[in-house]
């Protein structure tokens, strides 16, 4: 009995490792360095699917084949297949299929089949690009949007990759990473592919007993007291190349859908802090304004921002800046500019320094300015702003807005130096315990 619940804990340790692996953002796959997209549930959905056979029936949602006959599993058997969906109408799908085509032109000797299925709508009215000279670029029309219900696809374009094996290997993933998703794909044999969820159990099984290492190693280390480790720091290509959050939209401007909005870097001042300005290096960075005046900005605000502090310290700077602000009538409110008793009013507030995170005056609003992209959001209260750890702001808003706590989410994932300090205090740990 004793020995079955081991082995029944192990397997389920080896599982949740894997699952919580491919959680953030399908890193299971084999240290791949493929970017995947979606988030929240459906990216969950996606991960699920990822490694196991692709669904054969699903070919049977696609018609109107043009430059070849319809898919069936027999044709692509050892092939390594990339799957678009696009929509010619919409200028990002145009270039999508541009790479896609690319693709299939460099790579058709080395086994690459190329499927590029169009939205229902607009088939007829569609260009369709001729295969190049010995390529298999394969067109079709996904007419009831079953093949896409199939896939899970989100919005056009989509790129989804099934190696030798048959197992679709990456679902929908960013259009930077195919050409290195391919390539690694087209260098394995179909026997390598097969074995790969094998070896993932293994590498799950590894990352699971490592972990239990470090928990063992903080156990004895305070992570409050760690000291601040060295790390190399990533450069601007690195956060470049990145998937952010995406900022909201303002519902009273006409925006073209495939403008990126401007970056906009904030500059955190070195003074001004109440009880001192935090470490910043390696953390992102979450403001919250608030005035004396406007209660909601700060009586619940605050104890929440606090906790959040303490829950990721670690990875998170949480900062509250005391900011000049309007009323609903755009009346700015009644300020004291007297610094002592501004001071005083922090120190109630804060509680006589309990408070876990710091407190910033900013009297001349410069930062609260910098972080609202559109006047709508004058009124979006308790107004946030994440950054980076390269200073640039990520999202801004309301914090009552669902994305808020997503956009937090994803920029402390995906955050590059946050990511190089952890690995630096997990090396520093398990150096400790030798």
């Known amino acids: 009995m004793g020995s079955s619940m081991t082995n029944v804990r192990s397997a389920v340790g080896i599982a949740l490792a894997g699952a919580l692996l491919l959680a953030a953002g399908g890193r ?4 791949d360095n493929v970017v995947r997209e979606g988030e929240g ?3 969950m959905t ?3 699917m990822e490694l196991k056979p692709f669904p054969g029936e699903a070919w049977a ?3 109107d084949w043009t430059n070849g006959r319809a898919v069936s599993a027999g044709d692509i058997d050892g092939k390594v297949v990339l799957i678009l969906t696009w929509a010619d109408w919409y200028p990002a799908s145009k ?3 541009a790479v896609a085509s690319r693709l299939a032109d460099t790579h058709a000797k080395e086994g690459l089949v190329v499927v590029a299925a169009h939205d229902p709508q607009g088939w007829a009215e569609a260009q369709k690009p001729a295969a190049g000279k010995d390529s298999a670029f394969l067109l079709a029309h996904d007419a009831k949007g079953e093949f896409r219900k199939a896939l899970q696809v989100d919005q056009d374009p989509d790129f989804y990759v099934i190696d030798r094996a048959g197992q679709l290997r990456f679902a929908d993933i960013a259009t930077e990473s195919v050409e290195g998703a391919i390539r690694q794909l087209l260098g394995e044999t179909a026997d390598t592919a097969s074995g790969l969820s094998g070896k993932l159990a293994a590498d799950a099984k590894a990352a699971d007993e490592q972990r239990r290492r470090t928990d063992s190693i903080r156990q004895s280390v305070s992570l409050t007291d760690l000291p601040e480790v060295p790390f190399p720091e990533p ?3 690195v956060y470049a190349a990145l998937k952010w959050p995406a900022p909201p939209k303002d519902p009273n401007a006409q925006q073209d859908p495939n403008q990126v909005p401007p970056l906009v870097k904030l500059s955190i001042p070195e003074a001004g802090f109440k009880p001192s300005r935090p470490e910043l290096k390696g953390r992102a960075v979450l403001l919250y304004f608030w005035h004396p005046s406007l209660h909601e900005t700060f009586l619940k605000v605050m104890p929440r921002m606090d906790l959040l502090q303490r829950q990721k310290g670690r990875d998170l700077a949480v900062i509250g800046v005391l900011t000049p602000m309007t009323d609903s009538s755009g009346q700015v409110l009644p300020g004291d500019n007297d610094p002592a008793k501004i001071q005083q009013r922090i120190d109630d507030l804060s509680g006589g320094g309990r408070l876990g995170h710091s ?5 001349q609003g410069t930062l609260l300015a910098a972080s609202r992209r559109n006047d709508t959001q004058a009124q979006a209260l308790p107004f946030v702003a994440i950054m980076s750890s390269d200073g640039v702001m990520r999202w801004s808003g309301s914090m009552r807005e669902p994305a808020f706590q997503a956009a937090l989410d994803k920029v402390l994932t995906i955050d590059p130096a946050v990511n190089a300090r952890r690995q630096a205090e997990e090396q520093y740990l398990r ?3 030798k």
């Open 46 to 48: 996606l991960n699920t």
């Open 61 to 63: 949602g696609l018609t």
């Open 95 to 97: 270039r999508a299929v």
């Open 431 to 433: 150096e400790k315990s």
């Open 235 to 237: 450069g601007p290509e």
């Open 28 to 31: 299971a796959l084999g240290a």
């Open 359 to 363: 407190l910033l005056l900013d009297l």
């Open 41 to 43: 549930l459906r990216r």
